[in-house]
């Protein structure tokens, strides 16, 4: 649960990092890369520690696959939440399909 909690953390800010400027575009473009490596910094932070305890519980992989659910989850919370756009059926759809990949990858064959 540890790997699950730290990537969803890492995840968040890695969001930010790379979109959270999005609603400052009158701030110099040098200003929100210096920002965004900082968060950046903060997400590496939890990140290599999140794969490190899960590796061996899941394969590479599979934390692949969390990693990318968990950062498709908490981008459209943001998308939403905080950037004011309109979450689609279409996203709903593309989700499904990333499930099914998931089931794929985690499912014992």
Not at 68 to 93: A, G, M, P, Q
């Amino acid at each position: 649960m540890n790997t699950i909690l730290l990537l969803t953390a890492s995840n968040i800010f890695m969001t930010f990092a790379w979109y959270g400027h999005l609603k400052y575009t009158d701030v110099p473009l040098w200003k929100v890369v210096l920002v965004s490596w900082g968060i950046a910094f903060a997400e590496y932070c939890l990140m290599v520690p999140a794969n490190r305890m899960g590796y061996g519980q899941f394969s590479a992989a599979q934390l692949k696959t969390i990693q990318e659910i968990i950062t498709l989850v908490v981008f459209s919370v943001f998308s939403v939440l905080y950037l004011k756009e309109e979450f689609r059926w279409n996203h709903i759809v593309g989700f499904i399909f990333i499930v099914a990949a998931a089931f794929f990858i985690f499912k014992k064959w």
